[in-house]
């Protein structure tokens, strides 16, 4: 909310988005801040492009789309951004603001968190390798599967949804997916499983018709990535 006012009296003609609490399993402890991050400001943020005519670019959740093991059901931070979503969608229609929602699937790439209890998938197995572990922790079953996407390849989509897309439905993601055993697997890692968690769901599914239409295609592959990563002393 602060940060809005800084803009107050700046013309924006693109608004992006993407400032919000984005942990699955971690959001059932953390709710307050679900709320805090992702439920209260989007209404500023609306008013914000409704006042400068100015196009929205949010960055919606593959959880929107998730498969989910019997007897899990939605996380805080799914709901929050589902939520989210609707209402985008509906206010357009009160209000007629210009906007687009881009789906982002697992994104991995440089700088992401490796340690403690925000740590991406990629980031810590990476953390781990790199740190001399023979083993990594795995969430049971360890067959769930992601859509791994590099951070490069979010932002040349999102760039073409920004000045081209229109709508809803514009899901960011790779064409492969892998298990995390797979990925495990791929580090030349041992498996130390760990209890089932809550939201930690199957898979997602994924249509990218509108983005392709766009003239979009993912360019970096996950396998690529761990190899140079893992041989990069830097």
């Not at 993601?173 to 930690?200: C, P």
């Not at 997602?204 to 396998?223: D, E, F, R």
């Amino acid at each position: 909310i602060e940060v809005l006012r800084i803009f107050k009296n700046i013309k924006l003609d693109y608004i992006f988005h993407l400032g919000e609490y984005s942990r699955v399993e971690q959001s059932f402890d953390d709710i307050n801040k679900v709320i805090e991050y992702n439920v209260r400001p989007l209404y500023e943020i609306v008013k914000l492009v409704e006042k400068n005519k100015a196009k929205l670019i949010y960055s919606g959740s593959s959880t929107k789309f998730s498969i989910y093991f019997p007897g899990d059901f939605e996380s805080p931070y799914a709901w929050s951004k589902k939520n989210n979503i609707e209402f985008i969608n509906l206010y357009s229609k009160w209000k007629k603001i210009n906007y687009a929602i881009a789906y982002f699937y697992n994104v991995y790439g440089p700088n992401e968190i490796q340690t403690g209890k925000y740590a991406t998938i990629i980031g810590k197995c990476l953390y781990l390798k790199k740190t001399g572990k023979k083993s990594v922790p795995i969430t049971l079953p360890g067959t769930q599967k992601r859509n791994f996407t590099h951070i490069n390849d979010i932002v040349s989509g999102l760039l073409l949804v920004a000045l081209y897309g229109n709508g809803d439905d514009y899901c960011i993601g790779s064409d492969e997916s892998f298990s995390i055993i797979q990925v495990a697997k791929m580090l030349k890692m041992k498996i130390s499983y760990t209890k089932s968690k809550q939201g930690n769901r199957k898979g997602s599914k994924m249509n990218k018709t509108k983005l392709k239409k766009l003239g979009w295609v993912a360019k970096i592959k996950l396998h690529n990535y761990l190899l140079e990563t893992m041989y990069n002393k830097n």
